[in-house]
């Protein structure tokens, strides 16, 4: 049950941190204020941006979380006391977070959600672990069908983004990326 409530209470915490400490970055950087509602999507954005950027070779790839972190941190030092989320829009967030993980919530188990079966999540999952570790590189892996798997997609110039987003908030929280797919779909 604890770790259930780190999937679905501290994890979209981090992860929405980091993004509104992004978001302030973006928002000095562009010289316009931004509706208090856009800091924290903005800012996720910039997790995708810039993770996408240092994932892009297999030797910077392990750097994107301590990099996203230490510019979130940067926006949050800089700009955290002077500007707010919108609270409404805040409460919204914490609404839809709320009614998307209702039956894992509800249920006390951890649990991927839906009522079809397919192999999506598990392929999802290794693109995470992959771009992650080794960025874009897939050459060396040994044969097997994971392998043929992401040198298909990654290989060919699968869209990452959305992946970084989970692989960097996994690690702001320390769990494993199973955990916190679902809490990741919901934010």
Known sequence: MLALLHAWVLFPAAIGL???GLGLLVEEASGRRMPGALLVPTGLAGI??????VTSWAATAPLAVPVVAVVAVIGLVRHGRSRRVDPWALLAAVGVLLAYGAPVLLSGQATFTGFITLDDTATWLGFTDQVMSHGRVVANLPSS?????LQT???SGYPLGAFIGLGVGRALVDMDAAWVFQPYLAV
């Open 18 to 20: 980091a993004g509104y």
């Open 145 to 149: 069908t994971y392998a043929l798997i």
């Open 153 to 155: 997609n990654i290989g």
């Open 48 to 53: 995708i941006a810039i993770g996408g950027i």
